[in-house]
């Protein structure tokens, strides 16, 4: 069995959970001087969202890209092409790359990568609807990468994303 650095949520994230989440990642960085970048596929975004809701996030909060395609990961994070076509998007190999990317790109302390398939669409016997990498990495440290299978409709994937990416950052910063 693979050790797990976080369990999925039990049941699906609401806003005040995720805003919560974000104000005690922020708390975490801003006290220990640390600053994020988010590398977003499935989520489009989100995590960023969640955080730049945070008043004074520009303290703590470096970037954020939302990289969707293949191409976009490959420019904007380096993934090589290589990893796509062996591994596809959704694997631990890609997200350890983006997440190691996002480090590079950024001046960030600290990165987290999520690729996934949200649904409805997508999925295989292989890698299901709901099937998940999320990848952290402080700078200096090796990526950490762990695979979710989430249930729910498209909206309560990418949630649930967001709440054990949240939670993994807030991990990182302790």
């Not at 975490?28 to 995590?47: D, F, H, M, P, Y």
């Not at 990893?83 to 950024?106: F, N, Q």
Request: hydrophobic share 40%; proline share 5%; charged share 20%.
């Amino acid at each position: 069995m693979t050790p797990t650095l976080f369990d999925a949520p039990a049941e699906d994230v609401g806003d005040a959970a995720l805003h919560a989440l974000a104000e005690q990642v922020g708390d975490a960085l801003r006290r220990r001087n640390l600053t994020l970048c988010t590398a977003e596929s499935c989520t489009g975004g989100w995590i960023a969202k969640m955080i730049t809701d945070i008043p004074g996030c520009s303290d703590w909060f470096d970037c954020g890209m939302a990289a969707y395609s293949y191409e976009a990961k490959q420019a904007l994070l380096g993934v090589r092409p290589q990893t796509l076509t062996e591994h596809g998007a959704v694997s631990r190999e890609t997200v350890t790359e983006m997440v190691s990317g996002a480090l590079i790109t950024s001046g960030a302390s600290i990165a987290v990568a999520v690729t996934g398939i949200a649904g409805p669409t997508g999925g295989t016997p292989e890698k299901p609807v709901g099937t998940v990498w999320i990848g952290w990495k402080r700078r200096g440290g090796y990526p950490l990468g762990q695979v979710f299978h989430f249930a729910g409709d498209r909206e309560q994937v990418r949630r649930q994303t967001v709440a054990v990416a949240l939670r993994g950052i807030l991990a990182l910063a302790v």
